[in-house]
């Protein structure tokens, strides 16, 4: 599967935006779909993920991001509200066809990835 993203941009601290990761080359509706972020020096980090039915968010993001998928158009979203200048990173989509639950957050689990794309919060 090959994975698009899309929607990053410079946004000021306390607004939206919205994330887009369109898979193509197969259906989406049995792989794990997950966004992590990866800031400057920093290791990438679990954000979300679409498991089974099932949603599981970073306590850093809890109440502010959610995620959301569209099997239909073969695309996942990560809403970002009130966002926060410490959310700034590169923002990639994975997904996996594979993984258990306990393996949902680590990133090395995940097969395919999106190309990024850049998340920059102003304060």
């Known amino acids: 599967v090959q994975l698009q993203a899309s929607g990053g941009g410079l946004v000021q601290a306390g607004t939206s935006l919205r994330l887009s990761c369109v898979a193509s080359?197969?259906?989406?509706?049995?792989?794990?779909m997950g966004w992590f972020r990866q800031a400057p020096g920093k290791e990438r980090e679990f954000v979300a993920t679409?498991?089974?039915?099932?949603?599981y968010m970073a306590d850093s993001v809890k109440g502010r991001f959610s995620i959301s998928r569209d099997n239909a158009k073969n695309t996942v979203y990560l809403q970002m509200d009130s966002l926060k200048p410490e959310d700034t990173a590169v923002y990639y989509c994975?997904?996996?066809?594979?993984?258990?639950?306990?393996?949902?957050?680590?990133?090395?689990?995940?097969?395919?990835w999106g190309q990024g794309t850049l998340v920059t919060v102003s304060s």
């Open positions: 679409s498991w089974r039915g099932r949603v």
């Open positions: 080359g197969s259906s989406i509706s049995s792989y794990t």
């Open positions: 994975a997904a996996d066809s594979r993984l258990i639950l306990s393996s949902i957050r680590n990133y090395e689990r995940y097969d395919y």
